[in-house]
T-cell receptor, first 117, second 109 residues
Framework: GAVVSQHPSRVICKSGTSVKIECRSL??????MFWYRQFPKQSLMLMAT?????????EQGVEKDKFLINHASLTLSTLTVTSAHPEDSSFYIC?????????????FGPGTRLTVT | GQNIDQPTEMTATEGAIVQINCTYQ??????LFWYQQHAGEAPTFLSY??LDGLEEKGRFSSFLSRSKGYSYLLLKELQMKDSASYLC??????????WGAGTKLIIKP
C-alpha cells in the first residue's frame, strides 16, 4: 500500500531556532499534501494545504510566516517552524493525496513530535 | 512489521447499527484513535482509547482489547450524514501513528 514518511520522527530544539520537517510519499506522486497539528488525545487541526509548485493555502489562524511550507516536488513537502517557541511543541502530521482512477485517496504519515525548550 | 487492518467498505441502512472493526499489530501501544473523514475534509476526532473497555459518546462507542489487538467503533441510529470514511490509528511505543487504510461507510435510506 501507499506509504507516507516523515522525518524526523521526533526533534527537540531551543526556543528561537527553526526546525524543518519533511513529508515524503514513498511510492506514489502526491498531487496534494496536508499538514496537521495534533493536540494530546484531541483532534487533528488542519494547518495548511500544499500543492506542488504553488503556494500553500493556510487555514485561518495559522501564521504563514511562522509555518513555512514548501512543496518542491510531487513526493516531498516540508514544514519549517520558524523561531519556534514552547507553545509550538506538538505532534505534526502530514498526509498525501494520490489520485486513483476517478477518486482521491489520502494517506497519513506517522507524525513528528516537536519539543521546544 | 506494523500493521492495522480494517474493512475497506461497509454498507448499512439508515436507523440501523454498524460496527467497524480494527485489528492491529504494532511495536508497543500508546493509544488508539478513531477519526471520521468526509470526502474533501479534514478528519474529525471521534474517540481515543488507551485502556480496555467500552467508551460511549452519544451515538458513537469505541471498544478496545489490548490483549487481542482489537478495537471496534459502533455507530447507532445511523444517519445519512454518517456516510464517510472511518480511520483507525494506533500510537506505537515511539508515539508514532500507524494508520489503517480507512473504512468507507455507505448509508442507504
Amino acid at each position: 500500500g501507499a506509504v507516507v514518511s516523515q522525518h524526523p520522527s521526533r526533534v527537540i530544539c531551543k526556543s528561537g531556532t527553526s526546525v524543518k520537517i519533511e513529508c515524503r510519499s514513498l511510492d506514489f506522486q502526491a498531487t496534494t499534501m496536508f499538514w496537521y497539528r495534533q493536540f494530546p488525545k484531541q483532534s487533528l487541526m488542519l494547518m495548511a494545504t500544499s500543492n506542488e509548485g504553488s503556494k500553500a493555502t493556510y487555514e485561518q489562524g495559522v501564521e504563514k510566516d511562522k509555518f513555512l511550507i514548501n512543496h518542491a516536488s510531487l513526493t516531498l513537502s516540508t514544514l519549517t517552524v520558524t523561531s519556534a517557541h514552547p507553545e509550538d511543541s506538538s505532534f505534526y502530521i502530514c498526509s498525501a493525496t494520490r489520485q486513483a482512477g476517478g477518486s482521491y485517496e489520502q494517506y497519513f504519515g506517522p507524525g513528528t513530535r516537536l519539543t521546544v525548550t | 512489521g506494523q500493521n492495522i487492518d480494517q474493512p475497506t467498505e461497509m454498507t448499512a441502512t439508515e436507523g440501523a447499527i454498524v460496527q467497524i472493526n480494527c485489528t492491529y499489530q504494532t511495536s508497543g501501544f500508546n493509544g488508539l484513535f478513531w477519526y471520521q473523514q468526509h470526502a474533501g475534509e479534514a478528519p474529525t476526532f471521534l474517540s481515543y482509547n488507551v485502556l480496555d473497555g467500552l467508551e460511549e459518546k452519544g451515538r458513537f462507542s469505541s471498544f478496545l482489547s489490548r490483549s487481542k489487538g482489537y478495537s471496534y467503533l459502533l455507530l447507532k441510529e445511523l444517519q445519512m450524514k454518517d456516510s464517510a470514511s472511518y480511520l483507525c490509528a494506533v500510537k506505537d511505543s515511539n508515539y508514532q501513528l500507524i494508520w489503517g487504510a480507512g473504512t468507507k461507510l455507505i448509508i442507504k435510506p
